[in-house]
């Protein structure tokens, strides 16, 4: 008999559009969320929507704490957590990338407090996910914690955020194709737990970027809404599957590898997409979805070599053949590729000359 249950832990609310920035305290107040907020935020996030949300509180009679970050950290996590207690905060609002709303979604998590997710770029699918991602030293750890209760996403602010944090979005969430195709394998070959309806969920988002591709454009809203609604599909998907899977394969190894090689070189999103190039060839060879893969990136300018990313290619391949080291993830890297297998793929797909 079939006894497992299983608690699957999705935003209510999600209000994407055009100067939805406005309605934040709607958006609280619809959540029953009472008492003082703590905004995390960052220093140009905070100037472009901390202060004007803080003012809607503030008109409304509340007065929220705002913390500005400037790294992502555990140290900054704790930060929040200290303040957070001090002031005798009710509830969390993230505003800004990346940085400020996993660092938010972690300390609510730890807190046990409720958390608003409002992204002022569409960098990577943390904006909604059940994951915070942040770096240690010489690597970055994925952490387990509760999705966001609500996500305010204005279309109008995500279209002005610099275009390459746009793009490493969408690089992210094309590389959703190759971590499904890991994810399968690994059912196959290990028997690793497997949601049928997290990954077709996964992989619909990565076909709307890749099918869209010529779509996203700089300035434009309606590139600010394909990516944002792909984004939350995708974090919603690990949500459903409880795990980072539907959206971390082989291509984020990868990328974790050159973060220890050359801390900073280049975005997240910039580093899975041009993993995903040649983790799908590794699936699929020649006539595989690697080569539709490396022309959505590079309809939307997003990197396609190692020269684009900043990383000379001797790293590539160093990277490339110790990843699989990394975490316990089995994925069509399996138990590793020698330097000659690794500059083949390498340079096959272009990433290398």
């Given at each position: ?107 609510s998590h730890h807190l046990e ?208 053949t110790t990843c699989h080291e990394?975490r316990d993830r089995y994925t ?22």
């Amino acid at each position: 008999m079939f006894e497992k249950s299983t608690w699957i832990r999705l935003p209510r609310n999600v209000v994407v559009g055009h100067g939805v920035i406005d309605q934040v305290v709607d958006v609280v107040d619809e959540l029953h969320l009472q008492g003082r907020p703590l905004f995390v935020t960052s220093p140009t996030p905070r100037e472009v929507a901390a202060d004007p949300i803080a003012a809607q509180f503030e008109a409304a009679g509340i007065d929220p704490v705002i913390v500005t970050v400037e790294t992502a950290s555990f140290d900054a996590v704790e930060r929040i957590i200290e303040t957070a207690e001090a002031e005798e905060v009710t509830y969390l609002v993230g505003i800004g990338g990346g940085k400020a709303i996993d660092i938010a979604k972690m300390a609510s998590h730890h807190l046990e407090m409720g958390f608003c997710s409002v992204p002022t770029a569409a960098s990577h699918d943390g904006i909604v996910s059940n994951r915070g991602s942040v770096p240690d030293g010489d690597t970055r750890h994925s952490v387990a914690a509760k999705p966001p209760l609500a996500v305010v996403a204005d279309t109008s602010v995500l279209a002005q955020a610099p275009w390459e944090l746009t793009t490493a979005g969408c690089a992210d969430i094309i590389s959703n194709y190759t971590a499904v195709m890991d994810w399968r394998l690994a059912k196959r070959l290990k028997d690793v737990e497997y949601s049928e309806y997290a990954a077709a969920l996964s992989e619909m988002t990565a076909e709307i970027l890749v099918g869209n591709a010529d779509l996203v454009r700089p300035g434009l809203e309606e590139s600010a809404w394909i990516v944002s609604k792909a984004l939350m599909s995708s974090g919603v998907a690990m949500s459903i599957a409880d795990s980072s899977r539907p959206a971390s394969g082989a291509e984020h190894l990868f990328s974790h590898q050159l973060d220890r090689l050359e801390p900073d070189a280049a975005l997240h999103g910039h580093q899975v997409g041009v993993g995903s190039i040649m983790t799908a060839y590794l699936h699929g060879g020649e006539d595989g979805i690697w080569r539709d893969i490396h022309d959505a990136l590079d309809s939307i300018d997003a990197p396609t070599t190692a020269a684009e990313l900043g990383i000379d290619d001797e790293t590539v391949l160093e990277a490339l053949t110790t990843c699989h080291e990394i975490r316990d993830r089995y994925t069509v890297l399996g138990d590793g590729m020698n330097e000659r297998a690794a500059r083949e793929v390498a340079t096959v797909t272009g990433v290398i000359e």
